[in-house]
């Protein structure tokens, strides 16, 4: 069988997520100011989370949704990390996170996104790595900007949340851009292969 995907940093390791780590993910998505921005949450029990992770090999294999636990090396689960709306004819796809508020400011964030750039570029070949913000939520911008993400513009009306329709900052990094951004500098190993929808092109070289 092949290994099981996973990419390492420094401290952080995305790993594909487990039955196991709904507990986890309950305690940390059931605080309302870690889900204020998304479509979704706060939880509310721990058969919401055990329902998202019983979703995720499908969704992979679909070509739907790429996402990782966010394991910390001392913390243990933190957050969720990964890669959506993909163009396979464009090679592209689109980055989100969310992370307990104790990892908040940590470098959690930073690290985690260079390990979703490194599989976007070096293992997935895409082109293109995407990101969103709510145009309020000032921390989400500012973070983006600081490890290289170039804010293109908003998209009005873009964003179903609740009863409201909101628009949101659209963020992008190209294959190009990467070398010179500071998620580049991470020592990545990556460990094993997603499934093939997420491989449209050769891998990227590494710079």
């Known amino acids: ?21 709904a507990s986890a993910l309950f305690a940390l998505a059931r605080d309302p100011e870690v889900t204020r921005w998304f479509s979704w949450g706060p939880y509310a029990s721990v058969e919401e989370p055990q329902r998202w992770i019983a979703e995720q090999e ?44 104790d990892q908040w400011g940590t470098g959690a964030n930073a690290e985690s996104k260079a390990l979703v750039a490194h599989l976007a570029f070096a293992v997935c070949g895409l082109e293109r790595l995407g990101a969103y913000s709510n145009p ?28 409201l329709q909101l628009d949101v900052h659209v963020f992008g990094l190209l294959r190009t851009d990467w070398p010179a951004s500071p998620l580049h500098d991470v020592p990545v190993t990556a460990i ?15 710079f």
């Open 58 to 101: 499908a969704k992979r294999e679909a070509g739907e949704q790429l996402d990782f636990v966010i394991h910390h090396r001392e913390h243990g689960p933190v957050g969720i990390t990964g890669l959506a709306e993909l163009s396979r004819r464009d090679r592209r796809a689109m980055v989100g996170t969310w992370l307990g508020r």
């Open 136 to 163: 309020d939520n000032a921390r989400s911008t500012r973070a983006l900007e600081r490890v290289g993400f170039t804010h293109e513009g908003t998209l009005r009306g873009w964003h179903r949340h609740g009863a």
């Open 192 to 206: 094993g292969t997603p499934p093939a929808p997420w491989l449209p092109g050769e891998p990227a070289p590494t």
């Open 1 to 21: 069988m092949m290994p099981a995907m996973e990419l390492r940093g420094p401290q952080i390791t995305l790993r594909l997520p487990d039955p196991g780590d």
